[in-house]
């Protein structure tokens, strides 16, 4: 599989069911080839609108279903979900913008944007800087340490050392969630 297409396909499966965050493959990318990571930031962001989508149009059709279902994915509590039901009814599709900063899932304000009437063409503008703002730091990020502090680390340790970060910062957050 082509990695536009897997990034496009993580972006659209972290966007409605998946619990790992696309971070994960761009900031791998990131590690060896930062053009590459920024691109593929771009296919990720299009599969998560599509995600979004999905999502918000389902909050708008059946909410309880759809909570039914977030409420079964790991680190997703019901307070989390109330929450940021109460963030959408106060703030309005801005609140998606909250999201990344927060740890809480934009599966989740995308479904509560749907049920609370928002339009779905705002929410998607307001999506496009809220999901891709993340990837792109989080790429450049990675792009400037693997070459700046890291470049004289061999390529297998770097793996390692990118395996071991991502895995602490998943203990931490299935903890603290």
């Known amino acids: 599989m082509k990695l536009k297409y897997l990034a496009a396909a993580w972006g659209l499966a972290e966007a409605t069911v998946f619990f790992i965050v696309p971070d994960v493959l761009l900031t791998f990318l990131a590690l060896k080839d930062g053009k590459r990571a920024t691109l593929l930031s771009f296919w990720t962001l299009g599969g998560a609108l599509v995600g979004g989508i999905i999502m918000f149009c389902w909050g708008a059709h059946d909410k309880e279903t759809a909570e039914d279902l977030l409420s079964e994915i790991p680190a997703i509590s ?3 979900l109330e929450k940021v039901e109460t963030q959408v009814e106060e703030a309005g599709v801005k609140a998606a913008f909250v999201g ?10 995308a ?4 049920s609370s009437g928002e339009s779905l063409g705002i929410f998607l503008l307001i999506s496009v800087p809220a999901r891709l703002l993340r990837f792109l730091i989080l790429a450049w990020l990675t792009t400037a340490i693997a070459k700046g502090p890291l470049r004289k680390v061999k390529g297998g340790s770097k793996n390692l050392l990118f395996v071991a970060i991502w895995l602490s910062f998943y203990v931490w957050y299935f903890g603290a969630m």
């Open 78 to 80: 019901p307070a989390m």
């Open 100 to 109: 990344p900063l927060t740890g809480r899932p934009y599966k989740i304000y």
């Open 111 to 114: 479904t509560y944007a749907g």
